[in-house]
């Protein structure tokens, strides 16, 4: 299995909402990303896992909450985002902790496109 | 501070012509340089790579050179095809610092190509 997974591909929710984002890889990668893409821009960093524990927070509002539960598994839980929110959200994987060194290129999931109502 | 920075686009070819995306980066120290590209609706996709200077990585009739006196790393195709129409992002690998491992992604060309 050589692929980064993402569900739900798309979702919609309102303000008052609680949701949560998945992303899975079984390529035995130990860092694992969360970035926001707003429309005709490059992705933005969120968050950063390395070895299962947070090593990144990139000044993100508490209203997403990221998890890693085992090494295989990243989620975001959604809770109380505003309209500005709306965004595809990309998840990734590397090889290695974030500081290893090396070219450590991180593979990519096809996203999740969120709106926010 | 460590940057990414490409061409504006949008840039539209025609089918079987040269394509060229400039991309120049200012790093502390040597970092390692990808090019990956997005298809509408898509997720990002790894093309290709470099991780040290007069490296050379290719895929899919894409290239790019790793050049340290310049900074740069262009990505060059010889006969674009309508497929190749997307948007691709120059990045570099941060090497250093708190941020280590972290990608800097430049702002992205989108590229068209007609039959």
């Known amino acids: 299995d050589t692929e980064v997974t993402q569900t739900p591909k798309h979702l919609v929710m309102g303000m008052t909402n609680k949701k949560s984002l998945k992303c899975e890889q079984h390529m035995g990668h130990r860092a694992m990303y969360w970035y926001k893409q707003k429309a005709k821009k490059p992705p933005e960093l969120m968050f950063v896992?390395?070895?299962?524990?947070?090593?990144i927070n990139e000044s993100v509002p508490s209203r997403f909450s990221p998890e890693c539960p085992n090494s295989s598994l990243l989620n975001l839980h959604l809770h109380a985002l505003q309209p500005e929110d709306s965004a595809l959200y990309l998840c990734?994987?590397?090889?290695?902790?974030?500081?290893?060194?090396?070219?450590?290129?991180?593979?990519f999931g096809p996203g999740t496109r969120l709106t926010v109502l | 501070g460590d940057s990414v920075t490409q061409m504006e686009g949008p840039v539209t070819l025609s089918e079987e012509a040269f394509l060229t995306i400039n991309c120049t980066y200012t790093?502390?120290?040597?970092?390692?340089l990808f090019w990956y590209v997005q298809y509408p609706g898509e997720g990002l996709q790894l093309l290709l790579k470099a991780t040290k200077a007069d490296d050379k990585g290719s895929n899919k009739g894409f290239e790019a050179t790793y050049r340290k006196e310049t900074t740069s790393f262009h990505l060059e195709k010889g006969s674009v095809q309508v497929s190749d129409s997307a948007v691709y992002f120059c990045?570099?690998?941060?090497?250093?610092?708190?941020?280590?491992?972290?990608?800097?992604f430049g702002k992205g060309t989108k590229l068209s190509v007609k039959p």
């Open positions: 990734a994987s590397s090889t290695h902790g974030v500081l290893a060194g090396g070219p450590n290129e991180q593979f």
């Open positions: 896992y390395s070895y299962e524990k947070l090593s």
């Open positions: 790093a502390t120290g040597y970092p390692s």
């Open positions: 990045a570099q690998l941060r090497a250093y610092g708190g941020s280590q491992g972290n990608l800097i």
